[in-house]
């Protein structure tokens, strides 16, 4: 008699979880729906390209679902795309699944260091981190920008009438953790000093630092804090940051906050001007220099390929320069901008690591060029991309001689 | 109109998704019912206490569920307990993450390794890589633990009339990669010399090796392969695993395997003998000796506290040493002998990785000695348990005496 009241309990749980699914997926349809409205209504992108638009895509659920049959990323190699697109849904698991643990039980967040200058990269980062947050459930209350718009008492007051335990300090992500970028770890620390029990969660960043100096000022700022976790993007700063912060904060190894926006082949859709875009670093990072226009002008035109050269670093949409435009309408419209820039050309050579991930992102085959003693494209390549190395779909390589020639390659053997 | 039809199929399209559900949790039940009671036919451990039993918690949706009110795994440190579970249930996120990740579309498996040998944490390990496989639906075609019970041909047959790529070969986890343990690394370098096109998948290792000799010879058979993937369990092993394998083999940090069988307090219903269970390694790894009789003695006859000083390698379970037992019964038993031997004391000093992670599991109290250099705990610690560092949870210290005065303090503000 007790075995069939036991069956009969477990058969009750079953339909009660299968109605809670049900509920849930009502939830996350309308939830998803209302924000990507919410999120771009005074920007100039239209939603249909938002990132939040492919809402099934960013439900939690999805991340378990299997993926139904859709075309390849990059559709004329198919078997590498399919290797490639599984190693980015991955990355995408991961970074829910770690953001959600950090986030446990936060609902207010404060984004610290929004990146308020033209590079897309870093819009994009910001673009990942805030697609994020909403699906976490967590507000984002305050965001500043640099040490002259940060002020202690505007967070203060944004965080008025809030338990302090319901209440996050996100830290921006990307390549400016250490001292290449000081003034962004200058406004780190002095938040780390404003805000010492209120619990700091930063988004996954590169660690490089040149000065001992600073790394120790640094380390004396976030060991003095009660509850600063870390997150390194790639095996390299990991290591660093084990060795620097290792016995005094929480550091992860996730990656790059970008792949949270998972696949977006429908930002292509753009009028292509161009065959191959050569995307060069204009301020000189890692000391590297492209963009030998003879070069690329003696092997292209041989192959009757156009391109041209250029970086997306110098200039902004114009809507980003409003003066009444807020962060969050600049962090998209310059990530919009971005892809769009990618996706006027058919195929990439780049030496920044967010041209590779967007390219991605996107579909569009490229082959990364990195001289950089740095090795943070190939640093961040061996971490998490491994699976994305495939004909037609992307690669690293270490001249623009090879870049070029692997380009032609492909081209030949009709890969892309 | 057409906004009309597209508001329906997504409708549609959710109840589609809400029918999956319930099917999936049907199949779910139904798999874990009736894997548990395969597994445990033979054995003497009941299945009411096989990890299998708490089949929701198993299920990959159980993964993003909120968790219902239950009670605190460390009963009398509830707010410790809290931070720290939750810490346990990302470990499980993360390991079912990622091992589907590396298993996608893999069918059959061979458990190259299993640990035919007295050592309760190898056997724990080897029952969360059952566990996971079961949950990815792939089945064990073969088992082998040493050179001795290895042959190639065996193993060719298993694979019989199998496409090879939907078989997968399983490194068992552990602390054995490296040259600590040679005979191990010398069946797994074996392996893969003898398929060299089977994708080769390794559950969470600790590395370690002092002989550069042996890192070659391993460097180059791994490197031969064309696809075996290596994961580190801890970030020092991580960081040597880089230095050695990073250019050739793929390798992620993952935690320890057996946190993929989540939390079993139910397992700590045994007659308790003792208050404190002092488990001291007498194989010495890292040179560690401990268990000073006269220093127990003093310190817990003047509290009141029981206690003995034993050690989890040198006995197996009756069942276990029966001619007949296959590798799963043996695996499984020694496993249950093991939290038994555990559950029959109320606190725990320990020297050993799994006694810390077997504690966590079944909410034992616990302090872990480590004198080792290698600083495999310290290293596996600071790595994922971090958030487990709490009053009446858990502790690392480096002496006997600290982990004594700490349990006695805990005692006295009645935290255990």
Not at 372 to 390: E, I
Request: glycine share 6%; hydrophobic share 35%.
């Amino acid at each position: 008699m007790s075995q069939v009241i036991h069956v009969r309990t477990k058969y009750v749980l079953i339909l009660g979880a299968a109605l809670l699914s049900v509920v849930t997926l009502f939830v996350t349809y309308w939830n998803n729906d209302s924000l990507s409205l919410d999120g771009f209504r005074n920007t100039a992108s239209s939603s249909s390209s938002s990132p939040s638009s492919s809402s099934s895509s960013s439900s939690p659920f999805s991340v378990f679902s299997s993926s139904s049959k859709k075309e390849p990323l990059f559709k004329k190699a198919p078997i590498g795309s399919a290797k490639c697109e599984a190693a980015l849904e991955y990355q995408k698991t991961v970074l829910y699944n770690y953001y959600k643990h950090m986030f446990d039980g936060i609902k207010y967040a404060a984004i610290i260091n929004f990146p308020d200058y033209p590079n897309k990269g870093d819009s994009a980062i910001y673009v990942g981190e805030r697609e994020l947050l909403k699906d976490l459930g967590i507000e984002t209350v305050y965001m500043c920008a640099s040490l002259n718009d940060y002020s202690r008492e505007a967070l203060q007051n944004s965080l008025e009438g809030k338990d302090p335990k319901l209440v996050a300090m996100a830290f921006q992500g990307g390549g400016n953790f250490g001292d290449l970028y000081p003034d962004h770890q200058a406004l780190r620390m002095q938040v780390a000093r404003d805000f010492p029990d209120i619990r700091i969660v930063s988004f996954p960043q590169s660690i490089w630092f040149n000065s001992e100096d600073y790394l120790n000022q640094t380390r004396e700022v976030y060991s003095a804090h009660s509850d600063l976790r870390l997150a390194a993007r790639d095996r390299e700063s990991y290591g660093r940051g084990v060795n620097y912060f290792g016995l005094t904060n929480d550091l992860a190894l996730v990656p790059d906050i970008v792949f949270y926006l998972g696949p977006h082949p429908e930002l292509r859709n753009q009028e292509v001007t161009t065959d191959v875009l050569v995307l060069a670093r204009r301020d000189n990072e890692g000391g590297q220099k492209h963009g030998n226009e003879q070069l690329y002008t003696s092997q292209f035109s041989a192959a009757n390929l156009t391109y041209r050269i250029d970086d997306w670093l110098d200039w902004d949409p114009p809507s980003a320069t409003d003066p009444e435009a807020t962060f969050e309408q600049k962090g998209l419209d310059r990530y919009y901008a971005g892809t769009e820039f990618l996706a006027r050309s058919n195929y990439l050579i780049a030496d920044r690591l967010h041209a590779h991930v967007l390219s991605l992102l996107l579909g569009i085959p490229h082959v990364v060029v990195e001289t950089s003693k740095m090795g943070k494209v190939r640093q961040y390549h061996y971490t998490w991309l491994r699976d994305c190395t495939q004909p037609g779909v992307s690669a690293v390589v270490d001249s623009e001689e090879k870049a070029i020639q692997m380009l032609l390659e492909w081209k030949e053997k009709n890969l892309i």
